[in-house]
């Protein structure tokens, strides 16, 4: 069992940055594949960042490559997701979750989820 918990969320500007963090239980969390969905209302929770535990190898949606940067520190147990370059459309509840899959994109591969952080960009 690993239980997560975000922060870092809040309100910002269009074209400014935040750092989420995901922050584990265990100390074996290294040893975990953890990627960040979001959520908005209305609609279903879609992957944004993923980072391998075989080879921390990290995966990005289309949507945040090149603005978003996922990086783990395995010392803190700690996954932190910078995020850069915000839009509007950036807006919704980021979730963290932990599994075992290798480079998954998909709810149902991860087990373990935190329980969100709200991020505002307001335009």
């Known amino acids: 069992q690993v239980q997560l918990v975000e922060s870092g969320g809040g309100v910002v500007q269009a074209g400014g940055s935040l750092r989420l963090s995901c922050a584990a239980s265990?100390?074996?969390?290294?040893?975990?594949?953890v990627a960040w969905f979001r959520q908005t209302p209305g609609k279903e929770r879609e992957f944004v960042a993923g980072i391998s535990w075989i080879d921390s190898s990290t995966y990005y949606a289309d949507s945040v490559k090149g603005r978003f940067t996922l990086s783990r520190d395995n010392a803190k147990n700690t996954v932190y997701l910078t995020m850069n370059t915000l839009k509007p459309e950036d807006t919704a509840v980021y979730y963290c979750a932990a599994g075992s899959p290798h480079r998954g994109r998909h709810e149902y591969e991860y087990p373990y989820w935190g329980q969100g952080t709200q991020v505002t960009v307001s335009s």
């Open positions: 265990r100390s074996t969390f290294s040893r975990y594949a």
